[in-house]
């Protein structure tokens, strides 16, 4: 997920993020990309998770966990290299709560996380979770019958070492 982020192209994430999650994130990238930024992070680890809980709601699943997490985290100049914000070298320790959703009844097997399923506008077999773009015609395709996939992200804490 760090090195597409990276790379401002989240494309291949889609099939694991909600609708609503992965247009806040494109947003972002489209940000740095006017910018003439990139969001650079080394050496990221989860130091610990605890699942806060579950519920259904309208249909969905939802968990919700807590990950502790550290890493090396700035932004850069695309052009000169300068550092903009952030440091190479100081670790960061943040505390992230998860928010991920699924078709309420769905059963979670042992696979990637995505179906196949054939585009409804040329054909094309497109890997698909919630939602995907077709590699050949560019067309959004949806899905109610989805399994588990990120519904947002939230900063709860940090501190710098």
């Given at each position: 997920?760090q090195?597409?982020?990276?790379?401002?192209?989240?494309?291949?994430?889609?099939?694991?993020?909600t609708?609503?999650?992965?247009?806040?994130?494109?947003?972002q990238?489209?940000?740095?990309?006017?910018?003439?930024?990139?969001?650079?992070?080394?050496?990221?680890?989860?130091?610990?998770t605890?699942?806060?809980?579950?519920?259904?709601?309208?249909?969905?699943?939802?968990?919700?966990?807590?990950?502790?997490?550290?890493?090396?985290?700035?932004?850069?100049?695309?052009?000169?290299?300068?550092?903009?914000?952030?440091?190479?070298?100081?670790?960061?320790?943040?505390?992230?709560?998860?928010?991920?959703?699924?078709?309420?009844?769905?059963?979670?097997?042992?696979?990637?996380?995505?179906?196949?399923?054939?585009?409804?506008?040329?054909?094309?077999?497109?890997?698909?979770?919630?939602?995907?773009?077709?590699?050949?015609?560019?067309?959004?395709?949806?899905?109610?019958?989805?399994?588990?996939?990120?519904?947002?992200?939230?900063?709860?804490?940090?501190?710098?070492?």
């Amino acid at each position: 997920m760090q090195e597409d982020w990276q790379s401002k192209d989240i494309s291949e994430l889609r099939p694991y993020m909600t609708d609503a999650f992965y247009a806040q994130m494109k947003r972002q990238l489209d940000q740095l990309r006017k910018d003439g930024q990139t969001n650079i992070v080394r050496r990221p680890a989860v130091l610990g998770t605890t699942l806060l809980g579950w519920r259904q709601d309208g249909g969905k699943d939802i968990i919700i966990a807590q990950l502790k997490t550290r890493f090396v985290n700035y932004i850069k100049d695309d052009v000169t290299g300068a550092i903009v914000s952030g440091s190479e070298v100081s670790e960061k320790f943040l505390t992230y709560e998860w928010t991920l959703t699924r078709t309420t009844g769905v059963k979670t097997k042992t696979s990637t996380g995505v179906t196949t399923q054939p585009c409804p506008h040329c054909g094309a077999q497109v890997n698909i979770n919630q939602t995907a773009e077709c590699p050949y015609c560019g067309s959004i395709m949806t899905t109610d019958t989805f399994d588990w996939a990120i519904d947002n992200i939230t900063a709860l804490s940090q501190k710098t070492k």
